[in-house]
DNA sequence: CCATAAGTCTATCGACTTGATAGGCTAAGT
DNA sequence: ACTTAGCCTATCAAGTCGATAGACTTATGG
């Protein structure tokens, strides 16, 4: 299971993501609309701005903005930032790879050959999603909402 | 990530699964192969009795063994038991649905959408593999050794 | 240049989980 | 009855999660 903090931080970025190009989104307004607390948003996006994901802008008329068009950012980056790596044992990720103590012989273990299709086939979708693919899916589901 | 506790579990039954049809399996010598606190197994070993996966015979020739064939054991199954839900969100779970509580309109959340994908491929990959076709993977990766 | 707005940093909090250990209880064989 | 080996309860330190509080810094603007 993610985190709230990869939850709120992804809902945080879909929404700047929506609202990019109209300059920088106080951390209180995207706390409100998304009813994240508020304070747990800031180190959130503090988090993402020091990953090099988001700008933010000081004093009256600060905020947060995206750094990058919101095509250019996946779902997968996000969630590696906020919870760390997608595999589900440390012998299995890409990213951050690490020797699992207790295993005699990584060659032949089973479970790192089954969680090394699962990272696959996880980061083959969540590297292809962006933001603004998301974005223009959820638009689509609106549609009984007129 | 998994816990320990996930892992530690498929190691066990990874390993009765091999030693399958030869009588039950002492604790400590799962413990001792697998290089697991033995404490901590038998309380993982428990867990999977009680739903069902193990079966145990206690005093002098006792043991644990699996309660079905390897092949009718999903690594997903046991995942289930000792980590929870495979879905990455709640609200995309199938096996324990709940839905979120900070979520506005699940038919449009763009998070939701594309955990639902991560989850159905996840489920797809480890309800269709089982601990014997694991082993038997792991046996041809053996070849180096002769 | 001072007041205010808004992001930044540090710290702390309780609750829960993780991983592990200890000790006694109970059932089953010989 | 004695021993073996699983079963149960309790406890533990360490870490994480989610949230909050307060002080600090930087920018705007009057």
């Known amino acids: ?7 709120y931080g992804l809902k ?9 190009g109209r ?3 106080l951390v209180s307004e995207l706390a409100e609309r998304q009813s994240i607390p508020k304070k747990f948003l800031e180190a959130i996006l503090l988090d993402l701005k020091r990953h090099g994901f988001l700008q933010s802008k000081k004093g009256k008329g600060g905020g947060y903005l995206l750094s990058r068009p919101p095509n250019a950012i996946t779902v997968g980056q996000i969630i590696r930032v906020l919870e760390g790596p ?6 299995a990720s890409q990213t951050q790879y690490r020797r699992c103590e207790e295993c005699a ?14 990272r696959d086939a996880t980061s083959k979708i969540l590297d292809r999603t962006t933001l603004s693919s998301l974005n223009a899916r959820s638009r689509k589901g609106t549609l009984r909402r007129g």
């Open 1 to 7: 299971m993610l985190t709230k903090k990869s939850k």
């Open 12 to 20: 945080a970025m879909l929404q700047l993501a929506e609202d990019a």
């Open 105 to 118: 012989d990584e060659a032949t273990c089973g479970v790192r050959r089954a969680m090394l299709e699962v």
């Open 86 to 91: 997608l595999a589900l044992v440390p012998c």
């Open 23 to 25: 300059g920088p989104i």
